[in-house]
């Protein structure tokens, strides 16, 4: 049996851009559009508007958008640092208040720095790339197993209904 694997990521970070990249979800399924986001302010919008949609990527995009927020920060000591992922933290999770994953992607990537808090401030950056990376990864993990199972189940003639 042949298959064709749609190469869709509807969450990624060019961290050289620093910039996210979202599917536009509110132009699905009539049109595929990107959208280059680069501030955090943006990154709230594309949550608040449900241009970003389904749990694990709003959690995701809060993730990469707390990362985003304090990659550039100029603070010099742990305090200043963490005072800016807080306020960051809490805008984005202004967006959308009820939404659950958000929320524990946010509180990952403060436990994340919290963990790192005796590391010099561009070690703590790297280790909120790297958990933001890994919150991404995990989701993609989960959905292609949920994937693998499902095909598994399938025959040869079965028929599908969406």
């Not at 990952?108 to 005796?118: T, V």
Request: net charge negative; charged share 30%.
């Amino acid at each position: 049996m042949s298959f064709k694997v749609l190469e869709i990521t509807p969450v990624k970070l060019d961290d050289d851009k620093s910039e996210l990249i979202l599917l536009d979800q509110t132009l699905l399924p009539g049109e595929t559009k990107y959208l280059h986001l680069t501030t955090i302010e943006s990154i709230w919008e594309a949550i608040y508007k449900l241009r970003v949609r389904g749990a694990p990527a709003i959690g995701i995009t809060g993730a990469y958008g707390a990362y985003l927020a304090v990659k550039h920060s100029r603070a010099d000591n742990f305090d200043d640092f963490y005072a800016k992922f807080k306020k960051a933290k809490e805008y984005l999770g202004s967006s959308r208040p009820t939404a659950v994953n958000l929320f524990w992607a946010l509180d990952r990537m403060e436990d994340c720095l919290l963990a790192n808090k005796d590391k010099s401030i561009s070690d703590i950056k790297r280790a909120l790339l790297d958990e933001a990376n890994l919150i991404r990864q995990e989701d993609e993990d989960v959905c292609r197993s949920i994937g693998e199972h499902g095909l598994s189940k399938m025959v040869p003639g079965m028929g599908l209904s969406l």
